[in-house]
């Protein structure tokens, strides 16, 4: 009998509960919650897509809600794409249910649509959720398309080529300068698609250009992924490709900077080569100029030079990759090459970030962080920088952060580099 009473009691519990799940408000005031306010994107190119972003819809209420209704304000203008609780909106989705403390998930997308303006312009739609109890929330989408020339195939320079258009060049698969031809960019905004590079048999004159990789959002929300190493491939100037010239260029968040083949030449002014996952500038049997420049942060040495002739002056050379401990060094040289290094900063996170052989060097004017050598013939008022200076390695710099992988390597005005004119010294 007791058996018989529990089994009842039992019974009954699930059947109140069963009848409570089932049961759904038609109280005005009972709403969704959502776990963002709104969903704000990042920019994207004109025509291509975003990433997936998602957000949850919630029911905190005592009773559940049926939504008639999830729909697009403006669905075939803003380009926006919706999935809900595994249903697509393609302009409206019926019929959901949220019992109480239940979630839908959204998952959201957008192909940017086309822009007039040549700078980024805000796209903007609202999903709305309408209840049965007649209540309609909305959730503000936005996102930032940006007009673009895409390539999509292989730019390959055959002859004289001029590019000074003010617009973002984006390359699916990269550009090639034959034999023979020069290819000038001026004042140019170059972005890489992950494998694409620039390959040069020909020469490259690049002025005030930015060269990156394609992607514009983020891999965390802390963390674009320009700022993330190895996006694209980089430059390569191949063997007896002469009179490259580079002023006033970035180059960042590739595999390797800028690779130089045998008897190649290149010269660098007013640059900056940033975040690479291999090296930054090598230079293999090759000769270049390197004059008012900063090679930071990269996987492989930041400078490396085999069997080369190199002038550096006013350049900083800084290791501080936060990818991996196992990173190169500032600079390295061999035997075969010639150095000539003035009035230049080399630093980094180890107590030795030179990699030298030979005599064929010398060293005017500089901060390098290394142990002192025995024979000083080759260095001429050297500072050897130390850990146990006030100011060395990072602090340097005007921005170090390494949470948010944010790096500023400007010298503060506090830095001996600034006060014994030393290293690439402008304000950026």
Known sequence: MKRILLCTIILSALLVSCSDNDKFSSDASSILS???????????????????YDFWVYN?????????????????????RVNVDGNYVDSVAYDFEIRKGDSLRVFVELTAPDVQEDIPQRIEDHLIFALENGREQPMKLSAYSWKAII????????????????????????????????????????YFHDGAGVEVYGTLNADNCLFRGDRLDRMFSYLPYDRVSGQWKGIFIHDSSTDNVFQDCEVRSSYAGISCGQHSSLTLHDCTIHNCKGPGLELDESSATIDNCRITNTLG??????????????????????????????????????IVCDNTLVTGYEEDVIMGDGTNFSFTNCILRTIAPSDTEE??????ESPKDEIQGEKHFEIFDTENLIY??????ISPAYQKNIGDLRKL
Request: charged share 25%; aromatic share 10%.
């Open 34 to 52: 959502f776990s963002v306010d709104s969903l704000a994107m990042d920019t994207v190119f004109v025509s291509t897509s975003t990433r997936t």
């Open 301 to 338: 040495d930041c400078l490396n030079v085999i069997g080369s002739l190199v002038y550096i002056n006013h350049t900083t050379l800084a290791q501080f990759y936060p990818f991996s401990a196992d990173r190169g060094v500032a600079l390295r040289f061999d035997e075969k090459s010639i």
């Open 379 to 384: 260095f001429e008022n050297v500072i050897w």
């Open 408 to 413: 500023n390597f400007t010298i503060k005005e």
């Open 151 to 190: 390539y999509k195939d292989e730019l390959v320079v055959s002859e004289d080529m001029l590019i000074d258009e003010q617009r973002p060049l984006v390359f699916m698969k990269g550009i090639v300068v034959r034999e023979g031809a020069t290819l000038s960019i001026s004042q140019a905004q170059l």
């Open 60 to 80: 905190r209420g005592d009773a559940g809600l049926r939504i008639r209704e999830v729909r697009l304000d403006h669905p075939s203008k803003a380009g926006f």
